[in-house]
């Protein structure tokens, strides 16, 4: 057996006992660490009996340990309501009474350069009054729109008067006319808005007439009238060929506190006619306000549709006015439509739109004697209140300018 050197014994010792303490310091250190993630202090080992001896923290893990604050748990947060941001109130007006719209309207007429008033000024300004004079005045009223029959009318009662009286004083003289003026636009008619309605049914007021005549405008104007009358009103918007007409009509109630009926473009006249009156009754309103469409008096099958708007109507209630709207301005043409409107319903009574007394106001006359019925209302603006009741007497006087 060969011998092994001693000197490599000893190096294989050494290199085991290296080996060995590694391994217990590195498991010393281990449990070291463990022991401080709970908090413990590390340990040491005693040399002399081998046992492990606790000790105290370092300070600086103490402060580390110090300057942990567990997080506060936050509150919980409170329940908060949703708030909607409220909806600007529309201010609701205070439309103006019939009696100073009615003033209001006269002083704009008697401002207005109207005809009449100039050719009464030419008559009684002329040195002396003969055969041509009187031409030239009758010329001024037919232009006027007096119509031929009225103005002969008129030129002979006023010649005869003056001849007779030999009124020279122009103010007698223009006196003399006004009271002349006044019979044949006839005082004696019955102008009222007629708003009698059975028990547990609205008062029905329908509004006729051609293209662009205003009859929307109308509508709301005849509802700020009646609102303010201390009256319950509800709109009907049953002119549903032209989009923008519920519109109109809505904006113009909403000024004044008036619910609109409509439907969409298209949808059946008479149907919105007929749920307006229905509902009309459901609220127990005062009066119930039918726009209907524009119609060329010329289309037969328009025509037709109007008068089955007015029957359906009375299935829930009776219709007690019918206002055909007019343009002032449209002169003859006017009184065409009127003829044609009157044979297809029952118009009750004229709306005169546009009369701004410039050349027209003698319209009045012919197109009361034309069918029959009184000019009700006048308008003489575009102005919210610039619609006001007629008045034979005011009327008159605003046309010599009084």
């Given at each position: 057996?060969?011998?092994?050197?001693?000197?490599?014994?000893?190096?294989?010792?050494?290199?085991?006992?290296?080996?060995?303490?590694?391994?217990?310091?590195?498991?010393?250190r281990?449990?070291?660490?463990?022991?401080?993630?709970?908090?413990?202090?590390?340990?040491?080992?005693?040399?002399?009996?081998?046992?492990?001896?606790?000790t105290?923290?370092?300070?600086?893990?103490?402060?580390?340990?110090?300057?942990?604050?567990?997080?506060?748990?936050?509150?919980?947060?409170?329940?908060?309501?949703l708030?909607?941001?409220?909806?600007?109130?529309?201010?609701?007006?205070?439309?103006?009474?019939?009696?100073?719209?009615?003033?209001?309207?006269?002083?704009?007429?008697?401002?207005?350069n109207?005809?009449?008033?100039?050719?009464?000024?030419?008559?009684?300004?002329?040195?002396?009054?003969?055969?041509?004079?009187?031409?030239?005045?009758?010329?001024?009223?037919?232009?006027?729109?007096?119509?031929?029959?009225?103005?002969?009318?008129?030129?002979?009662?006023?010649?005869?008067?003056?001849?007779?009286?030999g009124?020279?004083?122009?103010?007698?003289?223009?006196?003399?006319?006004r009271?002349?003026?006044?019979?044949?636009?006839?005082?004696?008619?019955?102008?009222?808005?007629?708003?009698?309605?059975?028990?547990g049914?609205?008062?029905?007021?329908?509004?006729?007439?051609?293209?662009?005549?205003?009859?929307?405008?109308?509508?709301?104007?005849?509802g700020?009238?009646?609102?303010?009358?201390?009256?319950?009103?509800?709109?009907?918007?049953?002119?549903?060929?032209?989009?923008?007409?519920?519109?109109?009509?809505?904006?113009?109630?909403?000024?004044?506190?008036?619910?609109?009926?409509?439907?969409?473009?298209?949808?059946?006249?008479?149907?919105?006619?007929f749920?307006?009156?229905?509902?009309?009754i459901?609220?127990?309103?005062?009066?119930v306000?039918?726009?209907?469409?524009?119609?060329?008096?010329?289309?037969?099958?328009?025509?037709?549709?109007?008068?089955?708007?007015?029957?359906?109507?009375?299935?829930?209630?009776?219709?007690?006015?019918?206002?055909?709207?007019?343009?002032?301005?449209?002169?003859?043409?006017?009184?065409?439509?009127?003829?044609?409107f009157?044979e297809?319903?029952d118009?009750?009574?004229?709306?005169?739109?546009?009369?701004?007394g410039?050349?027209?106001?003698?319209?009045?006359?012919?197109?009361?004697?034309?069918?029959?019925?009184?000019?009700?209302?006048i308008?003489?603006?575009?102005?919210?209140?610039?619609?006001?009741?007629?008045?034979?007497?005011?009327?008159?006087?605003?046309?010599?300018?009084?």
């Amino acid at each position: 057996m060969e011998w092994i050197p001693w000197t490599v014994i000893i190096g294989i010792l050494v290199v085991a006992a290296i080996a060995g303490l590694s391994i217990v310091i590195s498991k010393r250190r281990a449990q070291a660490r463990g022991e401080l993630g709970t908090k413990q202090a590390p340990a040491v080992e005693d040399v002399a009996s081998g046992e492990l001896i606790e000790t105290e923290p370092p300070a600086d893990i103490e402060a580390a340990e110090a300057e942990i604050v567990e997080p506060e748990t936050a509150p919980p947060l409170e329940e908060t309501a949703l708030i909607e941001p409220e909806a600007p109130e529309r201010e609701i007006e205070s439309p103006e009474k019939a009696a100073s719209r009615l003033a209001r309207l006269r002083r704009k007429l008697a401002s207005s350069n109207n005809a009449l008033a100039r050719a009464l000024a030419d008559l009684l300004s002329s040195d002396r009054i003969d055969d041509e004079t009187w031409d030239d005045f009758e010329t001024t009223l037919i232009t006027s729109d007096l119509g031929v029959g009225p103005t002969g009318e008129l030129v002979t009662a006023l010649r005869q008067e003056l001849r007779i009286d030999g009124i020279a004083d122009p103010a007698q003289a223009k006196d003399l006319l006004r009271g002349e003026l006044i019979k044949l636009v006839n005082p004696d008619l019955d102008r009222s808005l007629n708003l009698d309605h059975p028990a547990g049914q609205p008062a029905v007021v329908l509004v006729v007439g051609v293209n662009g005549t205003g009859k929307t405008t109308t509508v709301g104007k005849l509802g700020r009238m009646l609102i303010a009358e201390d009256k319950t009103v509800l709109f009907g918007a049953a002119d549903t060929f032209r989009a923008a007409a519920a519109e109109q009509l809505t904006t113009w109630g909403e000024r004044v506190g008036v619910e609109t009926i409509r439907s969409d473009e298209g949808a059946d006249p008479a149907s919105v006619a007929f749920n307006t009156v229905d509902e009309g009754i459901e609220q127990e309103v005062d009066a119930v306000l039918i726009d209907t469409a524009g119609r060329l008096h010329t289309k037969v099958g328009l025509m037709d549709e109007l008068g089955k708007v007015k029957r359906v109507i009375e299935k829930k209630a009776p219709v007690g006015e019918v206002l055909l709207v007019l343009d002032a301005t449209t002169g003859q043409n006017g009184l065409t439509q009127a003829r044609i409107f009157a044979e297809v319903v029952d118009i009750t009574g004229i709306v005169l739109t546009k009369l701004d007394g410039s050349a027209k106001g003698g319209i009045v006359v012919q197109v009361q004697r034309e069918l029959g019925v009184p000019v009700k209302f006048i308008g003489l603006g575009e102005g919210a209140d610039d619609l006001a009741p007629f008045d034979a007497e005011q009327f008159v006087d605003g046309l010599l300018g009084n």
